[in-house]
């Protein structure tokens, strides 16, 4: 059996006839073809597939595809303007929070959530917002100061 | 598979009658969805997500109410939990990574039982009741008597939850959660212990004592010994010690890949003196001493 599914994805309208067991994040990946969106460990735990839904972040592996009908839904595709990134991925590239860059985007997400939630986050705040991303190469210290950098440049600061 | 949306509880509740074992309910889905990867795809999933007005905390004449479909992250927004429920709070504050947090939901967390489930023993040391409607009506169950095993509740095939009645606590009462993990909230627990006291009127001796363990039975359980040991006792550190050890006599715990038996007994003793240490401080404001 399957259904049809309207959603909005980086603020375009999709239409899609899916299978009810699909994850959002196979359908993201595989049918509507955003492969920003990482498979890493397809359990909830990594946080490489992490999309914001209705503005929150989220594990899209362990969402359905279906409860994502009439939702809208920002990968990291989403964030950069034509050719201006955005400058959570910038301050990521300035600082070399990247190392394999498999975990970048879930990372860029979730701190796009912290920032669009809180202006001038914590350390204890921003310990917890990314908690839910793992860099298996362990870039963890660069990571934390491309969080501030870009806080900072959001709100004119530096 | 068969896949159902229902709008109303009575439309979830006919189709578990209808389709009974076979049927799957999914909510959240962040346990079910990686069941139907790892597993088989259950014949018929019922998904309740589109139910409206199953997601509220509120508080109603001595009662906080928390719909089954509010998210562990509402849990932990809820100004009212922070303020009426600390114990509450901190489950929902140490439960997993904040996009888990965004997707699970308490009524997911409590149908799923998982002996190592974060908000389970909490609920329990609260005496929560779970709200559930069969296609027949509606019953009340006690947390104390809601599990059965691993991955089993009263609820069975067919009814389903839609709330969680937790009475308030008594105003002095002090609560604490602990949790013991490797990797902090982000891990399942190896052990999780809740605590909540109630001191008599002079402070001195404890009027009321629940302690409930997570992680080290088939279900979670309530520590009953422990809890006598000190109930109606002036509260002494000998006297914490005892309950401390009878609470890990009371744990029947596995050996396995996050942690021996042996180990989780100790821990459970740790955290079980501990806990009840943190629950009179916040309660009186003093030191357990003697």
Redesign the interface.
């Known amino acids: 059996m399957s259904l049809n599914i309207r959603l909005v994805v980086n603020g375009r309208r999709h239409a899609a006839k899916i299978e009810p067991s699909i994850s959002l994040l196979d359908f993201l990946r595989d049918t509507l073809g955003y492969k920003g969106v990482k498979i890493c460990c397809n359990t909830g735990e990594c946080g490489a597939c992490t999309i914001l839904f209705n503005g929150k972040p989220v594990n899209s592996c362990v969402v359905l595809a279906a409860d994502a009908a009439g939702a809208q839904i920002v990968t990291v595709e989403g964030l950069a303007e034509g050719d201006k990134l955005h400058p959570v991925q910038q301050a990521f590239i300035d600082t070399g929070a990247v190392q394999c860059g498999y975990c970048t985007p879930g990372f860029i997400i979730s701190v796009k959530a912290l920032l669009d939630r809180s202006k001038n986050p914590t350390a204890e705040e921003i310990e917890e917002a990314v908690s839910g991303n793992i860099c298996r190469c362990t870039g963890y210290a660069k990571i934390v100061e491309a969080i501030q950098i870009a806080a900072e440049r959001l709100q004119g600061r530096s | 598979?068969?896949?159902f949306?229902p709008k109303s509880i009575g439309e979830a509740t006919s189709l578990l009658a209808r389709y009974g074992e076979s049927a799957r309910v999914?909510a959240g889905?962040?346990d079910v969805?990686?069941d139907?990867?790892?597993r088989e795809?259950p014949s018929c999933?019922v998904?309740i997500?589109r139910i409206p007005a199953l997601s509220y905390v509120r508080e109603d004449k001595g009662f906080l109410r928390i719909g089954a479909l509010t998210s562990i992250?509402e849990i932990e927004m809820s100004s009212l939990v922070r303020q009426k429920l600390p114990l509450l709070w901190e489950a929902a504050h140490q439960f997993?990574?904040?996009?888990?947090r965004?997707?699970a939901t308490i009524g997911g967390n409590v149908c799923r039982a998982s002996p190592s489930g974060e908000m389970l023993a909490p609920l329990l040391v609260l005496e929560a009741s779970a709200v559930a409607r069969f296609a027949r009506g509606e019953k009340k169950l006690p947390f104390g008597e809601l599990f059965l095993g691993p991955g089993k509740t009263l609820l069975g095939a067919k009814g389903l939850l839609r709330e969680i009645e937790i009475a308030l606590p008594a105003e002095r009462s002090g609560s604490v959660y602990l949790k013991h993990a490797v990797r902090?909230?982000?891990d399942i627990a190896m052990v999780g212990v809740a605590v909540l006291v109630t001191p008599d009127a002079g402070g001195k001796k404890a009027k009321d004592v629940r302690i409930a363990l997570g992680a080290v039975a088939p279900t979670p359980i309530r520590a009953k010994s422990a809890e006598k040991a000190l109930r109606g006792k002036a509260v002494a550190r000998a006297l914490v010690e005892e309950a401390a050890r009878r609470a890990a006599a009371a744990a029947k715990p596995i050996t396995d890949h996050r942690a021996s038996a042996e180990y989780r007994r100790w821990i459970v003793e740790a955290l079980t003196g501990k806990g009840l240490a943190q629950a009179w401080k916040a309660a009186t404001g003093k030191e357990v001493d003697g």
Do not use: F
Request: aromatic share 4%; net charge neutral.
């Open positions: 598979m068969e896949y949306e999914i889905g962040t969805i990686v139907m990867k790892s795809e999933l998904n997500k992250r997993a990574s904040l996009q888990i965004n997707t902090g909230a982000m």
